[in-house]
Each structure stands twice: as C-alpha cells, then as structure tokens.
C-alpha cells in the first residue's frame, strides 16, 4: 500500500494511525499542502478532489477520505476491530468520529484558513479566534457526549481505541497548535493521553513523520 499524506493533515493522521493499529506496512508518500503540491497535475491522477490522505492499493486501486478509508481497512484486516460488535456502539463511535470530522475539521482546515485571509482578509488575529472558537465550542460537544456517558471506558467508546479514539487524537494536535483552550473537556483530555501511551499513536503523530518540518 502506499499513503499519499501531509504530515500536518490530521485526516492523513487518522489513516497513520489506522494502519499502524492493524500492523499494516505502507509506503509513505508526502504531499506538502502548504506548498500546493495537492494541486500538481502529478498529483490528480491520483486524487480527483486533490486532497490527502489517498490509499492507494497494490493492485491500483485508489481510496480517498480518511473516514472511508479507515473503514475500509477494517473491513479488509478485522483484527484489531476499529468499530464496536454491536450495532448501538458502532453508532455511538462513529457518530463521535463525525462530531470531529464532519463539524470541525472542515471549517477549520488548511483552505478554508487560506481562503479566510486571502480573499476575505481576515486578519492573522481574527482568522485565529475563528479556529480556536469552532475548536473550542465543537469539542465541549463531544466533551458532553463522553462524559459520564456509562459506554465510554478508558477510550471513547469501552477499553479499546475506536475510529472515534482515531479521528479525536489529531484534532488534540491542532488544538494545541493554535493554542486553543482544552481545560474545559476533561474527559476528551484524558481520552488522548491514553491514547498516546499507544505506540500507533505516538510513533505517527506529525512530529514522527518523514516530511516533518
């Protein structure tokens, strides 16, 4: 397999972290974001929407969406499972994994901050509250869902990381690169510091990687 991936991504976080739980080897292939190499023609015979992460297959075939991804991987290497056994957990984990994926990572990712200051012009300091305020205010929504809740355990859902676990631990890492404030959600904090006595954790995060700056 080979990952095309930027190593500040978080969706191409959530993948590392994906293959490294399943004991999966792949080749990994950079994809500065930063320096527009997503939207080299080199790079759109391999992404149609010219994002990362992109798994590609030995045989070829092209994966893209972290989530979809991960799924995919999980139905095809079972062991170790990312989705609960049972019907009512898979929904409770996936539907944590959304909260971070769907409501706030898409607003506040790469493009959208560039789109802020560049054609908006949006201030440095203004574009900042912007992400710290989507961050802060998403993740005390999932705080309220982990909290007390008789389904989490020492992960978001039970005892054993999740694709919920997975999609949480990098936006922890975003978070805390634009300061943002994460002494409100006690519980999500907890959450990734088990995670990150994980090696498939730990041995991915962005600072790890091989185009790391």
Sequence with gaps: MELFNYYRSSASYRVRIAL???????????????????LKESYASVSATRLVPT???DDGTLLTQS??????????HPQPALLPADARGRARARALAYDIACEIHPINNLRVLRYLSAD?????????????????????AVERQLADHPATGRYCHGDAPTIA???????IFNARRFDCRLDHV????????QCMTQDAFNQTQ?????DAE
């Excluded at 908006?120 to 005390?140: I, Q």
């Excluded at 676990?165 to 990098?170: C, G, H, Q, Y």
């Excluded at 006690?186 to 510091?193: A, L, N, S």
Aim: aromatic share 10%; net charge negative; glycine share 4%.
């Design 55 to 57: 798994l590609r297959e």
């Design 165 to 171: 676990d997975i999609t949480l631990v990098p936006q």
């Design 20 to 38: 490294a739980l399943k004991g999966l080897d792949y080749t990994y292939t950079a994809v500065h974001l930063a320096r527009g190499e997503q």
């Design 206 to 210: 962005p600072a790890a990687c091989p």
């Design 67 to 76: 989530l979809a991804i991960i799924e995919y991987l999980d139905e095809t």
């Design 120 to 140: 908006l012009k949006v201030s440095e300091d203004d574009k900042n509250r912007w992400y710290r305020h989507w961050v802060e205010t998403g993740l005390a």
């Design 186 to 193: 006690p519980t999500v904090m907890r959450i990734f510091e």
